[in-house]
């Protein structure tokens, strides 16, 4: 594993870091917080035309062929800049899933027009349950001739309220397992029978209720096999995380730099406060735990991207980097004191998105647990 | 908001009320008290863009005038500056002067011509101040206690405000909450109650409001023996604030993906009061005292440690 970018992955990420910086600054962040529908259309089409929608889709999809090491970068600099908008949930979640899953009809359908910013997708998994597991998926769907019928509520769906699909797993069979007799549809948001209520969350990202109600959707619009979602859904999601991770060190390195400029430009007792040694100990504490974000997770992503198994390795990165960066945030605002403290500053948006990527797809008590059993026990 | 009286602090008489009784003249007994009394609200003026922690070396500038002052300078975080008549000020009166001698307690009336307050708000959606003062004049008589006793004044006030922060209901009644709602709550089919990680978490943070109300009962115990609480005092104080963070980020785990909604949300649980502690605690470790520099005095006049050298002896422009 590199402990470095090559020289590609350095001028892409430096391309998106002076590229965020000029089309997605902190003020355009805060006002997408506030909107409804929380993605700036412009920024969209010109992450688009930068290739970056399709980056890890391939070539034939309309994609830029990159891998994981590529998007990885890529999603750093994301973090760094607090973009918001659907791209984990478009462009991963949902992207990721159908490009693994999907009928070859439906990847050269679908992918093309994600990586050319025209489609917008989420997956509703979650419900009322609040969990990760199978046993939680209750939302039922029943075959009716040549259609399904989904009925129930999925909760804490990202960016429904913008999508034009939603990927919704649903359960078309009572099995031994709860694993077993999941399925995922293809479910255009505008069928009759769908109700979008936008919840108000701590980092503004746009979570929403949606209501299934007898929603009516082809056999045509299963993607993968029947009763059979679950496996290649964690798999997505595995993928997923170590991007969401990305995000997250990014984030979180760009939360101690602020810290680490701050302590050398405020003047407390005649000195620079970054002069006093309780500050030295803050500050290193903070690069040590960001530093264990980035070779978590580019361990992971290495693995990922030479085909080997990293079960392991994404545990451990998602355990540490959602926890780390929450810690480092909070030193963030101690260190800022006052000034951190006001919605003029910068800080309070990584200590929001750090709680929430810390939360979704599973916390670090989750992870553990998911180590753990990896480790045989 | 829901925290900011009790949190912020400032938008009372009780501070001042008793520095009064014991600083100021009987004039200003007879005509303070009665409106304090009466509810007169202080906004509290100590902080400026250049004096945090380091309250020291605030500049606003009172300077004499035949009777009376004139204001001139910034102050910065008067939280209830808006609605308050009075400003509880810290302005400096003698320039010449070392910079802990030359600073007096001043009365400014908010409402006086040239004094301008402008909004902030907090991540947590509370309102503070700046308040800005161009040439407003303020009487003499509304100066307690002799002039250039400001420091110490403003050190007695600010250890009662300390103390007082340890007896902040919140960590008491959040932990209280969170355990209602692990009994309530199913997740993969067992109540979180049942789950080990978080009963284990849950008793941890009982036992640590435990132990702050008892930092709290011996902090009133040695204010009534008239014992010296300048190490004791910021025990409640770094507790308290640190443990609030632990509640609310720790309470946001075990409330899982609900805990990241908001005070008004649908599906919002306990009010949403534990995501509005997630933002509104983090004020507490830097705000009232710096836990950092708090912990320093702990130590050195608690179990009389030298002082940081540097800072016993000031680097002096
Ligand atoms: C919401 C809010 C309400 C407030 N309300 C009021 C009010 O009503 N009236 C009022 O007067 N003020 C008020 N304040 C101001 C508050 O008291 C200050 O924020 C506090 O004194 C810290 O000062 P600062 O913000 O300038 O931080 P700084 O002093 O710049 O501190 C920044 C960091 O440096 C550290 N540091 C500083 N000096 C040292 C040292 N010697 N050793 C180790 N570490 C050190 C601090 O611990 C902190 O981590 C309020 C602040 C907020 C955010």
């Given at each position: 594993m590199d402990f470095d970018y090559n020289d590609e992955q350095k001028m892409l990420k430096q391309g998106a870091r002076e590229f965020f910086e000029k089309e997605c600054p902190k003020s355009l962040v805060k006002q997408m917080m506030e909107d409804e529908k929380g993605n700036p259309p412009e920024l969209?089409?010109?992450?688009?035309?930068?290739?970056?929608?399709?980056?890890?889709?391939?070539?034939?999809?309309?994609?830029?062929?990159?891998?994981?090491?590529?998007?990885?970068?890529?999603?750093?600099?994301?973090?760094?800049?607090?973009?918001?908008?659907?791209?984990l949930s478009t462009v991963l979640l949902s992207g990721l899933f159908i490009?693994?899953?999907?009928?070859?009809?439906?990847?050269?359908?679908?992918?093309?027009?994600?990586?050319?910013?025209?489609?917008?997708?989420?997956?509703?998994?979650?419900?009322?349950?609040?969990?990760?597991?199978?046993?939680?998926?209750?939302?039922?769907?029943?075959?009716?001739?040549?259609?399904?019928?989904?009925?129930?509520?999925?909760?804490?769906?990202?960016?429904?309220?913008?999508?034009?699909?939603?990927?919704?797993?649903?359960?078309?069979?009572?099995?031994?397992?709860?694993?077993?007799?999941?399925?995922?549809?293809?479910?255009?948001?505008?069928?009759?029978?769908?109700?979008?209520?936008?919840?108000?969350?701590?980092?503004?990202?746009?979570?929403?209720?949606?209501?299934?109600?007898?929603?009516?959707v082809s056999k045509k619009n299963i993607i993968g096999k029947l009763d059979q979602a679950w496996g290649p859904l964690q798999q997505t999601l595995q993928q997923v995380k170590i991007a969401q991770c990305a995000e997250m060190v990014g984030g979180a390195q760009?939360?101690?730099?602020?810290?680490?400029?701050?302590?050398?430009?405020?003047?407390?007792?005649?000195?620079?406060?970054?002069?006093?040694?309780?500050?030295?100990?803050?500050?290193?504490?903070?690069?040590?735990?960001?530093?264990?974000?980035?070779?978590?997770?580019?361990?992971?992503?290495?693995?990922?991207?030479?085909?080997?198994?990293?079960?392991?390795?994404?545990?451990?990165?998602?355990?540490?980097?959602?926890?780390?960066?929450?810690?480092?945030?909070?030193?963030?605002?101690?260190?800022?004191?006052?000034?951190?403290?006001?919605?003029?500053?910068?800080?309070?948006?990584?200590?929001?998105?750090?709680?929430?990527?810390?939360?979704?797809?599973?916390?670090?008590?989750?992870?553990?647990?998911?180590?753990?059993?990896?480790?045989?026990? | 908001?829901?925290?900011?009286?009790?949190?912020?602090?400032?938008?009372?008489?009780?501070?001042?009320?008793?520095?009064?009784?014991?600083?100021?003249?009987?004039?200003?007994?007879?005509?303070?008290?009665?409106?304090?009394?009466?509810?007169?609200?202080?906004?509290?003026?100590?902080?400026?863009?250049?004096?945090?922690?380091?309250?020291?070396?605030?500049?606003?500038?009172?300077?004499?005038?035949?009777?009376?002052?004139?204001?001139?300078?910034?102050?910065?975080?008067?939280?209830?500056?808006?609605?308050?008549?009075?400003?509880?000020?810290?302005?400096?009166?003698?320039?010449?002067?070392?910079?802990?001698?030359?600073?007096?307690?001043?009365?400014?009336?908010?409402?006086?011509?040239?004094?301008?307050v402008t909004k902030l708000t907090t991540i947590a959606g509370d309102r503070t101040n700046e308040v800005f003062y161009d040439n407003v004049r303020v009487p003499q008589t509304n100066r307690i206690g002799p002039e250039g006793e400001g420091w110490n004044i403003t050190r007695s006030a600010l250890a009662a405000e300390r103390g007082d922060l340890g007896t902040f209901p919140w960590p008491k009644i959040l932990v209280d909450e969170l355990i209602q709602y692990a009994k309530e709550t199913k997740r993969n089919g067992k109540p979180l109650s049942e789950d080990p990680q978080i009963r284990q978490t849950l008793a941890q943070l009982s036992m640590d409001v435990s132990v702050l109300r008892l930092f709290g009962r011996r902090l009133n115990y040695m204010i009534e023996k008239n014992q010296d609480i300048s190490w004791s005092a910021p025990f409640s104080k770094i507790f308290e604030s640190e443990l609030s963070q632990r509640i609310a980020n720790q309470g946001m785990n075990i409330m899982g993906l609900y805990g990241q909604l908001e005070q008004g949300s649908k599906y919002a649980k306990l009010k949403g009061h534990i995501e509005l502690a997630y933002l509104t605690m983090v004020v507490r470790s830097f705000g009232g005292g710096s836990n950092l520099r708090l912990r320093s005095d702990i130590a050195t006049r608690g179990m009389g440690l030298p002082r940081e050298p540097q800072l016993a002896m000031p680097v002096k422009k």
């Amino acid at each position: 594993m590199d402990f470095d970018y090559n020289d590609e992955q350095k001028m892409l990420k430096q391309g998106a870091r002076e590229f965020f910086e000029k089309e997605c600054p902190k003020s355009l962040v805060k006002q997408m917080m506030e909107d409804e529908k929380g993605n700036p259309p412009e920024l969209w089409k010109k992450m688009s035309q930068l290739g970056w929608l399709g980056l890890i889709y391939p070539e034939k999809y309309g994609g830029g062929d990159g891998n994981m090491i590529d998007l990885i970068a890529l999603e750093e600099e994301m973090g760094r800049a607090c973009l918001p908008g659907p791209f984990l949930s478009t462009v991963l979640l949902s992207g990721l899933f159908i490009l693994h899953n999907g009928s070859e009809e439906q990847k050269k359908e679908i992918l093309p027009k994600i990586a050319g910013g025209q489609l917008i997708l989420t997956l509703a998994l979650t419900e009322q349950s609040d969990s990760y597991e199978a046993s939680a998926v209750s939302v039922e769907a029943k075959a009716e001739k040549d259609d399904y019928i989904i009925d129930g509520t999925k909760l804490f769906v990202p960016d429904a309220q913008i999508a034009d699909y939603i990927i919704c797993i649903a359960r078309t069979k009572k099995g031994d397992k709860p694993e077993d007799g999941l399925t995922a549809f293809l479910v255009d948001r505008k069928t009759p029978g769908i109700t979008i209520t936008l919840l108000k969350t701590l980092a503004g990202d746009k979570l929403c209720e949606v209501v299934f109600n007898k929603v009516k959707v082809s056999k045509k619009n299963i993607i993968g096999k029947l009763d059979q979602a679950w496996g290649p859904l964690q798999q997505t999601l595995q993928q997923v995380k170590i991007a969401q991770c990305a995000e997250m060190v990014g984030g979180a390195q760009r939360a101690l730099e602020l810290a680490a400029d701050h302590a050398k430009k405020r003047i407390q007792f005649d000195r620079p406060i970054g002069s006093f040694p309780v500050i030295h100990h803050l500050i290193a504490n903070a690069m040590m735990d960001v530093d264990a974000c980035k070779f978590l997770t580019y361990e992971a992503a290495w693995k990922f991207s030479e085909g080997m198994p990293c079960a392991k390795e994404i545990a451990m990165a998602k355990a540490w980097t959602g926890e780390a960066y929450q810690r480092t945030a909070a030193m963030g605002h101690q260190v800022l004191g006052g000034i951190g403290y006001t919605l003029d500053g910068e800080m309070h948006l990584y200590f929001r998105r750090a709680k929430s990527g810390e939360l979704t797809l599973g916390d670090g008590k989750f992870h553990r647990e998911a180590l753990a059993k990896e480790l045989g026990m | 908001m829901l925290w900011a009286p009790g949190l912020l602090g400032g938008l009372t008489g009780g501070v001042q009320g008793p520095i009064i009784m014991q600083h100021g003249t009987p004039e200003q007994k007879k005509e303070w008290l009665p409106k304090i009394a009466a509810g007169a609200q202080f906004a509290l003026g100590y902080t400026e863009p250049n004096a945090g922690t380091d309250l020291a070396s605030l500049q606003i500038r009172a300077a004499k005038d035949g009777n009376d002052y004139i204001l001139n300078g910034q102050k910065m975080f008067s939280t209830g500056a808006h609605n308050a008549r009075y400003h509880w000020l810290a302005a400096r009166t003698n320039p010449e002067m070392p910079k802990h001698k030359g600073v007096s307690m001043i009365i400014a009336d908010l409402t006086a011509p040239g004094v301008t307050v402008t909004k902030l708000t907090t991540i947590a959606g509370d309102r503070t101040n700046e308040v800005f003062y161009d040439n407003v004049r303020v009487p003499q008589t509304n100066r307690i206690g002799p002039e250039g006793e400001g420091w110490n004044i403003t050190r007695s006030a600010l250890a009662a405000e300390r103390g007082d922060l340890g007896t902040f209901p919140w960590p008491k009644i959040l932990v209280d909450e969170l355990i209602q709602y692990a009994k309530e709550t199913k997740r993969n089919g067992k109540p979180l109650s049942e789950d080990p990680q978080i009963r284990q978490t849950l008793a941890q943070l009982s036992m640590d409001v435990s132990v702050l109300r008892l930092f709290g009962r011996r902090l009133n115990y040695m204010i009534e023996k008239n014992q010296d609480i300048s190490w004791s005092a910021p025990f409640s104080k770094i507790f308290e604030s640190e443990l609030s963070q632990r509640i609310a980020n720790q309470g946001m785990n075990i409330m899982g993906l609900y805990g990241q909604l908001e005070q008004g949300s649908k599906y919002a649980k306990l009010k949403g009061h534990i995501e509005l502690a997630y933002l509104t605690m983090v004020v507490r470790s830097f705000g009232g005292g710096s836990n950092l520099r708090l912990r320093s005095d702990i130590a050195t006049r608690g179990m009389g440690l030298p002082r940081e050298p540097q800072l016993a002896m000031p680097v002096k422009k």
